[in-house]
């Protein structure tokens, strides 16, 4: 089983509307989940990160995090084509490596007008 | 310009040459990673810096390359020999340890290797 699983896509969606992009992991003592955006050809930024149960929203993104399921999700609410982009899951694991972040392998989300 | 700064931005090589990249991180962070990354893949943990030392090295890292941080700023990423398998694009990211809660990396725009 891969440490952190994402959809590889693509996943499309008509402007406006909403994107979900979910994320497993496997190591179930993970403290911190993050998210980020990475356009082709450019370096990953940071959108948000959560590391509790529940929703945590920053303007149009929201992020959800179960960790009894191992699960989370990133949702793009009022989708715009910029937004079309590779959005990678990441996961801070615990105990001595914490200080490092393991990524999944990413889901193309493509926005149409 | 307070952000994660790689150069050379593009590097192409022939094999079995060397290729050394540099990474000058956010001033004010102690803590520098490289990771890897190849096309449809995500990021891949190289090795990790605090402060100066190194605290971690990936065991996919093969003895060809090979990672300094001397005064705890900037750090180079050095391939030895270089092989067509090396061709990825290397990024740097930092972030700074002590900060209650996550902890966040910060990328560079990264460094592309393509070995012909």
């Known amino acids: 089983q891969k440490e952190v699983e994402q959809n590889s896509g693509p996943l499309s969606v008509p402007e406006g509307a909403i994107a979900s992009l979910n994320c497993t992991y496997s190591d179930r003592g993970s403290q911190s989940f993050f998210w980020y955006r990475q356009y082709s050809g450019k370096s990953p930024e940071l959108i948000m990160f959560i590391y509790s149960n529940g929703d945590k929203e920053d303007g149009r993104f929201t992020a959800q995090l179960n960790k009894a399921s191992q699960y989370v999700s990133l949702l793009i609410r009022d989708s715009q084509p910029s937004d079309s982009a590779t959005y990678l899951c990441a996961v801070n694991k615990s105990g001595g490596s914490n200080y490092k972040l393991t990524f999944g392998k990413g889901t193309l989300l493509t926005v149409n007008p | 310009d307070t952000g994660v700064s790689q150069n050379p931005r593009h590097k192409i090589t022939k094999r079995g040459q060397n290729v050394t990249f540099r990474c000058d991180p956010i001033?004010?962070?102690?803590?520098l990673y490289w990771y890897r990354q190849t096309l449809g893949q995500g990021p891949e943990f190289l090795t990790y810096?605090?402060?100066?030392?190194?605290?971690?090295k990936s065991r996919l890292l093969s003895d060809r390359f090979s990672a300094e941080r001397p005064k705890g700023s900037f750090s180079t990423l050095e391939i030895q020999r270089t092989e067509q398998g090396d061709s990825a694009m290397y990024l740097c990211a930092s972030s700074l340890a002590g900060i209650s809660g996550a902890n966040v990396l910060t990328f560079g725009a990264g460094s592309r290797l393509t070995v012909l």
């Open positions: 001033s004010e962070h102690n803590r």
């Open positions: 810096f605090q402060n100066e030392a190194q605290l971690e």
